[in-house]
């Protein structure tokens, strides 16, 4: 019998997050490239087309949402990488924290964009 | 008890040549989800001129260069749609968006695959799941490249 072999902790909400977030993802990730490349073109993206889709609170709302699920989803994939190339003690707490403080600035950064696309600063 | 297999480890990855499709699949996810995430932040950085445009920063470009300014010779356009034009006239970038597309699309049915993996369903078909998802993949892919470099080759 092998060992358990997982880079998640047993029974972590990270584990069951992960998955929530993929579930999401799939079906939103779909929908934003169909989007933005089929329904509308990205070549014939403008600033007033853009502003126009998120003066929509659900289309900005999912947007957001996005935003924040891809960038968990993502940037705990990458930690979970590392921690299964073998990342321990010191490191592995620095970069936790180093990715927490990026994820952190992507999203506040995303809403700020967000929110300038919308008109809402 | 449920039955496992030792394989031994994946990260080594200098035994490439031994492995099965399942550890193909978790490698190939493992690869697009770097990419994904790294395009993430690219992503927004660029979207990021949307604070500019929002403020009424604008540039002068040439209409005829960018495929979202309509008109002709030297117009002024706000900072967010001169970006995007700007990016969206090089070939370069419309085969990266071919390429981003091919590794979001694998992402997307590799982790329905891993979700169900997950759930228990399918457990004995999940080799044939990964060959399905690099073909499918490729399908929609190829059949994607002509919306995609509309305007600089198609």
Redo the contacts between chains.
């Keep these: ?2 060992e358990r ?1 997982s880079s998640f902790a047993p029974g972590g909400t990270a584990w069951l997050l992960q ?1 929530i977030t ?2 999401f ?2 079906v939103v ?2 929908f934003h ?1 169909f989007q933005l ?2 329904v509308n ?8 087309g ?1 502003r126009a889709r998120m003066e929509n609170l659900g289309y900005f709302l999912v947007m957001v949402l996005f ?1 924040i699920a ?2 968990f989803h ?2 705990n ?2 930690y979970n ?1 590392l921690v ?3 990342l321990s003690g010191t490191p592995k707490k620095v970069v936790l924290a180093v990715l927490t403080i ?1 994820s952190v600035a ?1 999203i506040v ?2 809403i ?2 967000a929110l ?2 919308a ?1 809402m ?1 | 008890m449920s039955q496992s297999y030792n394989r031994g480890l994946i990260e080594d990855y200098g035994r490439w040549k031994e492995f099965s499709a399942g550890m193909w699949a978790w490698i190939f996810h493992k690869f697009t989800g770097w990419m994904l995430i790294g395009y993430l932040f690219t992503h927004i950085a660029v979207l990021s001129t949307a604070i500019g445009a929002a403020q009424g920063e604008t540039v002068e470009v040439f209409a005829e260069d960018l495929p979202n300014v309509e008109g002709t010779g030297l117009t002024e356009v706000d900072i967010y749609t001169a970006t995007l034009g700007g990016l969206e006239g090089l070939f370069i970038v419309r085969l990266l968006e071919v390429g981003l597309l091919a590794v979001a699309v694998f992402h997307i049915l590799n982790g329905l695959r891993l979700l169900m993996v997950d759930l228990g369903i399918g457990l004995e078909a999940q080799d044939k799941s990964f060959y399905a998802s690099l073909i499918l993949t490729g399908v929609i892919t190829v059949a994607s490249v002509p919306t995609f470099l509309r305007g600089v080759g198609f």
């Excluded at chain 1, 073109?41 to 007033?48: D, M």
């Design positions: 019998m092998a072999y998955r993929a579930a993802l799939v990730l779909a490239f490349h089929f073109h990205a070549a014939e993206v403008t600033f007033l853009t935003l891809g960038t993502g940037v994939g990458v990488a299964n190339q073998g990026a992507l950064q995303g700020w964009v300038a696309m008109g600063i």
